[in-house]
């Protein structure tokens, strides 16, 4: 895990934000890189959280992640996105949510056969808007093709109704969508860290997992399958290195993928 930001970020974002570099000599000699877990562990990172459970390691594991954060515009997503979900086989491309596939990353805007900006905790359940705080929080930001993000709309997640004909695994009912089962762990451990993040704080609504609501309320839905699909669909590699990425950038991880087993003690 890289606990600075890497070369190839900054690059990628330019002036987006202003980070020391991270020195390697060219004579270092060849090491075994820890895995992120490792990394992450060694850090220290969450040692303040370990051994808590329950609501007392949810209220740790807030103030974790709710400190020292960087908070970018939804100008920069743009660009963040194009690093944070960049195609590992092509770096000019990332990689769509709900479908899998992959986009040229220049292609990002409005129209059809472009992609945009999905807000996976949707930003009417709790009317946040885009300014910077959750409206902008990288953690559940994805690039997703825009007429399947259309017809995800502001849908609670559950399970159910008509395959999406354009992102086949994905399905769709008057007040819920299902992702494709290799998304449902990432979809599931996207929105209970909204749910811990975002917890009232700063003006903000405190967001909340809860059964399929609809409308503005700070709820998003259903817990139930949520928790399900965390148990069904464990964290990847590409989780794992995503959670560097948006770290390097936004200066935060996600607890869930780091330690799939406090969902499990906190819900």
Do not use: C
């Not at 850090?43 to 949810?58: I, K």
């Not at 399970?159 to 009912?173: F, I, K, T």
């Amino acid at each position: 895990m890289r606990l600075r930001p890497s070369g190839r970020a900054r690059a990628a974002l330019g002036a987006l934000l202003l980070l020391p570099a991270l020195l390697v000599g060219p004579h270092a000699p060849a090491v075994a890189a820890p895995s992120p877990q490792a990394a992450v562990e060694a850090a220290g990172y969450w040692d303040s959280a370990t051994g808590l459970g329950g609501a007392a390691l949810a209220r740790e594991v807030h103030h974790i992640i709710a400190t020292g954060t960087t908070r970018l515009s939804y100008d920069q997503v743009w660009s963040a996105l194009k690093v944070t979900d960049r195609s590992p086989s092509d770096p000019s491309r990332v990689v769509l949510l709900y479908q899998g596939t992959t986009m040229p990353a220049s292609n990002n805007g409005g129209g059809v056969d472009q992609w945009n900006r999905e807000h996976v905790w949707a930003q009417s359940h709790g009317s946040f808007g885009t300014t910077p705080g959750p409206g902008t929080d990288l953690h559940h930001l994805r690039p997703t093709d825009v007429t399947v993000n259309s017809a995800r709309g502001n849908l609670d997640f559950d399970e159910g109704g008509a395959q999406n004909a354009e992102a086949p695994g994905n399905y769709a009912d008057s007040n819920s969508w299902e992702p494709r089962d290799a998304d449902k762990g990432d979809v599931a451990r996207m929105v209970l860290y909204m749910d811990v993040r975002w917890d009232g704080g700063d003006g903000f609504p405190d967001l909340e997992v809860d059964d399929v609501a609809g409308g503005t309320g700070p709820r998003h839905g259903r817990l139930s399958a949520l928790l399900r699909w965390h148990a069904e669909d464990p964290v990847t590699a590409a989780e794992r290195a995503r959670n560097d990425a948006v770290q390097d950038l936004q200066g935060n991880r996600n607890p869930f993928v780091d330690h799939p087993e406090w969902v499990q003690s906190i819900w």
